[in-house]
């Protein structure tokens, strides 16, 4: 099995592609040993010293780091990841479910909202996956569209610069009603 990686726009994130896919619906994050447990990979993946954040996405997984050179982290998630794949085991457990939808906004933006989310989910979701994180809609209120960041999105510094210059200015153009654009 061969594992490609690719670097992020996140120096301390690196996207590891096995070549197959991963989770084929909805995507997984663990941002603690405590949320890790839920899956055997992102368990001991966190099971590395040095390892402080997983993402699953749909043929990626993206690992963040701490201060730890990615010399050393590198060989160790590429053999967590492989013994994974090789293994057969699924990377959660067959009853878990997907996050549940708990956006919030008015009744009466409900069509404004329908727009926002299939411009997030067609334009933006899939630019976001391709750097290892993803981009999910929260809410929506008095203009201001409230989006969270998930793996490499997830405290990268030019996740700012995106959501102002690029997602804010996309809604923008498409729908007039949205003003401003904020991470949660």
């Not at 701490?66 to 990841?81: F, M, N, R, V, Y």
Request: aromatic share 8%.
């Amino acid at each position: 099995m061969f594992i490609q990686t690719e670097a992020t726009p996140n120096p301390s994130t690196l996207k590891f592609l096995p070549g197959r896919s991963v989770l084929g619906d909805g995507t997984f994050e663990a941002r603690s040993a405590e949320e890790a447990a839920r899956s055997p990979l992102a368990a001991r993946l966190f099971d590395i010293p040095g390892v402080s954040g997983v993402f699953f996405g749909s043929d990626f997984v993206s690992v963040t780091k701490d201060q730890t050179e990615w010399a050393h982290l590198k060989p160790a998630i590429l053999g967590a990841i492989m013994e994974q794949f090789v293994s057969g085991q699924p990377l959660l457990p067959e009853d878990h479910e997907h996050t549940a939808d708990d956006a919030f906004f008015e009744a009466k933006d409900a069509g404004l909202v329908d727009t926002i989310r299939e411009l997030i989910d067609t334009r933006v979701r899939p630019a976001v996956a391709n750097d290892g994180g993803d981009i999910t809609f929260r809410g929506y209120k008095d203009g201001v569209v409230f989006l969270a960041m998930k793996g490499s999105c997830s405290g990268c510094p030019s996740s700012t610069a995106t959501l102002k210059n690029g997602i804010e200015n996309l809604l923008r153009h498409f729908v007039p009603d949205v003003v401003e654009v904020r991470p949660v």
